[in-house]
């Protein structure tokens, strides 16, 4: 759980200027110790160091082949996607 007010955006980045495709987007999802996809109402979990690499991007990625957006990095935990829930969850 991360408290809102120490919260800190290094970085943004336009979706549709700056897409993140398989190759690279695998890249950043393998250096993460948790991963959670956000879809509707529900969300996954995976842990790249155990779930296949097919089955994460599966998720991760969506119909264009690049990865999902919002995609929000908390330190090791990626957050892709969006679920209400979810947000809640890991921001608070």
Not at 21 to 41: F, P
């Amino acid at each position: 759980m991360f408290d809102q007010e120490s919260i800190t955006i290094a970085r943004t980045s336009d979706a549709r200027k700056e897409s993140i495709q398989e190759e690279q987007a695998w890249t950043l999802l393998k250096s993460a110790r948790e991963i959670i996809v956000g879809r509707g109402r529900k969300s996954v979990v995976f842990d790249p160091a155990i779930d296949d690499r097919e089955s994460i991007l599966k998720q991760s990625l969506g119909r264009s082949g690049n990865l999902r957006a919002p995609t929000l990095k908390l330190g090791d935990r990626l957050l892709i996607g969006f679920n209400e829930a979810m947000y809640n969850q890991y921001l608070g």
